[in-house]
């Protein structure tokens, strides 16, 4: 019979527990690995997973509602996954919002790399890890109201499991990432793979925004990487946001919070390893 | 569009002003869009009400400006022209 063990972590300042056998908590490891531990000092956990075993099945609790049952593990951890991103993104509000953003810092401050799913923020935020940089985010950038971004940093998942434009073996040989996986049954019932990248350096702190870049990956186009007017990288910032607050409220959110010096640029590339940013105030 | 156009704003547009920069974003909820203008485009752009002609709004501007009348005419046909491409005014 597994042990039952019960851990906290901070993700993005929320206290989370989770209660779950030894052999989940083993799986559940890589997807928890980079949010700092949250076992001593702090209060009553505003989110909590509980995993147990019923019979053949599993079955995912959060705060006394029952989320999932399965007979495959890797199902209840893809399941906790999904929903802890969504509470933690809930919780935040109205102290932090959330932008659908890859996010890296340097000294000089931090990136954003801000679109729709395709545009290439994984794909940049992996490139400049790679030179780096430090980590904040790959889907869930946190604007503060004092214009910082607040580390939320899930690993890394590529869609495949492997990117054209970076091998395993530079990957791993660059000393900036720790691989991990998890496997679960997809719909059709097929074992996957879910392919985890770590990065070594992650951010502990809030990293004040210095840049927010609106990317488009296109393989046919020159590259290029012009100004944008503020209000319209607010206009296409606010359409990004992942909290349900209307449009004319995120426009307005955005432009309070957003620092008056952060600069705006529309980046088409072509060849991610040709992408190279000054954020320098 | 002829000067004696009447011009009107699409029903439903919000104009949410950015403090400070002088710019303002237009949001579109029927279309799920913003647009992005500067001050003088969102003023022409409240104007376009259906009882002022494209003249009017000129006349209007020069008034409050000061600006040459046969600049600001060419000056508003242009955006208007821009706001139809936007698809902010009525067609």
């Known amino acids: 019979m597994s042990q039952i063990l019960n851990r906290h972590w901070l993700v993005a300042g929320e206290l989370v527990a989770i209660t779950a056998p030894e052999s989940m908590m083993q799986m559940l490891a890589p997807l928890l690995a980079l949010y700092p531990d949250g076992s001593t000092g702090t209060p009553t956990p505003s989110i909590a997973f509980s995993i147990t075993r019923q019979g053949d099945r599993w079955r995912l609790d959060s705060n006394g509602i029952a989320l999932w049952q399965d007979v495959d593990g890797g199902n209840i951890i893809a399941a906790l996954e999904l929903s802890l991103y969504r509470q933690v993104v809930a919780a935040i509000m109205p102290a932090l919002c959330s932008i659908h953003a890859a996010a890296v810092a340097n000294s000089d401050g931090t990136v954003l790399f801000a679109g729709i799913s395709g545009a290439g923020k994984s794909s940049l935020c992996t490139r400049f890890l790679l030179a780096k940089w430090h980590y904040l985010s790959d889907e869930f950038s946190l604007l503060a109201e004092d214009g910082t971004i607040h580390p939320f940093p899930r690993p890394l998942q590529w869609e495949c499991l492997t990117h054209p434009a970076f091998t395993h073996e530079k990957m791993l040989g660059s000393g900036c990432f720790t691989r991990g996986f998890y496997q679960f049954i997809d719909q059709q019932g097929a074992p996957r793979t879910s392919q985890l990248w770590l990065p070594n350096l992650v951010a502990q702190r809030p990293s004040r925004l210095r840049m927010v870049v609106l990317p488009r990956y296109d393989p046919n186009a020159q590259h290029s990487m012009v100004p944008v007017v503020r209000s319209v990288a607010i206009s296409e910032l606010a359409t990004l946001l992942q909290q349900p607050i209307g449009l004319s409220d995120a426009i307005q959110t955005l432009h309070h919070r957003l620092p008056r010096d952060c600069r705006f640029m529309r980046l088409t590339f072509r060849d991610v390893h040709q992408v190279t940013i000054d954020c320098a105030p | ?91």
């Open chain 2, 1 to 91: 569009m002829r000067s004696d156009a009447l011009p009107q704003a699409k029903p439903g547009l919000e104009l949410e002003e950015l403090e400070g920069i002088d710019e303002v974003v237009v949001i579109d909820g029927e279309g799920q869009r913003c647009v992005s203008l500067n001050l003088t485009a969102a003023a022409v752009l409240e104007m376009c009400d259906g009882k002022h002609t494209a003249q009017n709004i000129a006349n209007e501007i020069t008034q409050a400006s000061g600006a040459d009348s046969v600049q600001v005419e060419a000056d508003v046909a242009a955006l208007l022209a821009e706001l139809t491409q936007y698809q902010l005014l009525e067609s």
